[in-house]
């Protein structure tokens, strides 16, 4: 049986080899069969589905409904929404799954489908197991006729609904804020400026005119350039960067330098450590974090638990401790007590709400991590197993490790779906990192 689940749902080029109309027909229904079942809930199962702004989402999402209702599912189509909006639309509504089509930062000619359970949240991997072996079983022999067929709703004021949530969730006003938003033709194109406008702040949209072509071209959170510019040539007090579906965001400050997920994060726990609200002092965050953010959090008395890579292990761990605040350097970033999962508009708001709070710019509240030098080296391995058990690679490791001290770190980690190992070294200096880590990786080569 193939794996068709990724980290982050099924993806791939759209109407390519994998992500075709026909997989999406059986995505959804497989995805409404199992999570009915799950759920074991009487009448007919409702899911929501939205979209970003790819040409090719409209394919998909007739595809999407199309097996939604086949199933006999009710599909209740949001329309171009953030992929945060999708999941807090399935809580809201009381539905059994959500479907948001996507391809996230991806550039235009990708798409995705990623699947939300009853709640709005990311499915655990049995489900997805579950899910990937109803399609290879193929349609069932009986499906619904008749009145047993779903139906097809369309809730026009699902993005009202979602930026009426995200102000609920923001604990001040926002007058006195400027700020210049980049919605990357994206699906924040709408949300995001409304969402900041209503919460009090004076906002300068760009990218917010997707034609279905120009999602994440050269721009967004992939691209940040424009938006430091823009920044600049506004005198806005910052800059917020969202990615294609705007389940994430980074930062830029008055001078337009980049404020990553990391000094986003160390900002938001600070400030719900002086409120009281950051249970039990604790940061979760994964190993792609620069030491920078340990040794801030260190400093603060704030504690962090580190997980794998994967906003999907942040919420794992999230919910497992009952922890208020986590997130990724990318700059997926989740506060559970107001979502289900990363929000970059949600966090967006909370940085600004911050900065309204204190008086301060966002470079001082930043200030509080310095970043170390971070070099990164994808290895080409032939076998990422044999370089894992190589005594030799050990040995370089520890020797490494050795010789920074707590003044850096190293970290190797195979990829998950290429035979490629990541090499990462953060240490005092550039030059330092750079050394280090073109060492290690040819070790790494060599093994």
Not at 206 to 230: F, K, M, R, Y
């Amino acid at each position: 049986m193939r794996r068709l689940f990724g980290t982050d749902g099924v993806r791939g080029l759209a109407n390519g080899e994998l992500l075709t109309p026909e997989l999406a027909v059986a995505v959804s229904a497989s995805a409404a069969r199992v999570l009915a079942a799950h759920r074991g809930a009487a009448g007919r199962p409702v899911a929501v589905v939205g979209r970003d702004t790819r040409a090719s989402g409209e394919m998909l999402e007739a595809a999407v409904l199309a097996g939604l209702t086949s199933a006999g599912a009710d599909a209740v189509r949001v329309g171009v929404i953030p992929t945060p909006g999708v999941a807090h639309l399935v809580a809201e509504l009381g539905a059994d799954l959500g479907v948001m089509i996507s391809a996230s930062h991806n550039a235009m000619p990708d798409n995705g489908i990623k699947i939300f359970a009853a709640g709005g949240h990311k499915l655990p991997d049995t489900i997805e197991l579950e899910i990937e072996q109803a399609i290879d079983a193929g349609p069932p022999r009986h499906r619904p006729t008749g009145t047993g067929i779903g139906r097809v709703r369309d809730q026009t004021d699902a993005v009202d609904r979602y930026v009426a949530h995200l102000l609920t969730s923001t604990p001040r006003s926002l007058e006195g804020v400027r700020v210049v938003v980049d919605c990357a033709h994206g699906a924040a194109a709408e949300a995001a400026p409304a969402a900041y406008a209503k919460a009090g702040a004076e906002v300068v949209a760009i990218h917010a005119s997707p034609d279905g072509l120009n999602i994440n071209d050269g721009v967004g959170s992939t691209h940040l350039g424009p938006l430091q510019e823009a920044v600049v040539a506004h005198g806005a007090d910052l800059g917020i960067a969202h990615d294609g579906d705007a389940d994430r965001c980074l930062a830029v400050d008055a001078a337009g330098r980049v404020v990553d997920g990391d000094k986003i994060m160390a900002v938001l726990a600070l400030g719900m450590k002086d409120a009281g609200t950051l249970v039990d002092d604790v940061l979760v965050t994964t190993v792609m974090s620069n030491l920078g953010l340990h040794i801030a959090m260190r400093e603060a008395g704030v504690g962090l638990r580190v997980t794998g890579v994967g906003d999907r292990y942040v919420l794992e761990e999230l919910r497992a401790g009952g922890f208020s605040l986590g997130g990724e350097q990318s700059g997926h970033v989740v506060l559970p007590d107001h979502a289900t999962t990363g929000d970059g508009l949600l966090t967006a708001l909370r940085l600004m709400a911050r900065m309204a709070e204190t008086g301060s710019s966002l470079a001082e509240l930043a200030g509080v991590v310095t970043t170390l030098p971070q070099v990164l080296i994808n290895v080409s391995v032939g076998d990422k197993a044999t370089v894992a058990a190589s005594p030799a690679v050990a040995s370089a490791v520890a020797e490494a490790e050795a010789e920074l001290g707590d003044t850096g770190r190293v970290l190797l980690r195979p990829s998950g779906t290429e035979q490629l190992v990541r090499v990462m070294v953060e240490a005092p200096t550039a030059e330092v990192a750079q050394r280090t880590a073109t060492h290690l990786a040819e070790i790494v080569a060599s093994a």
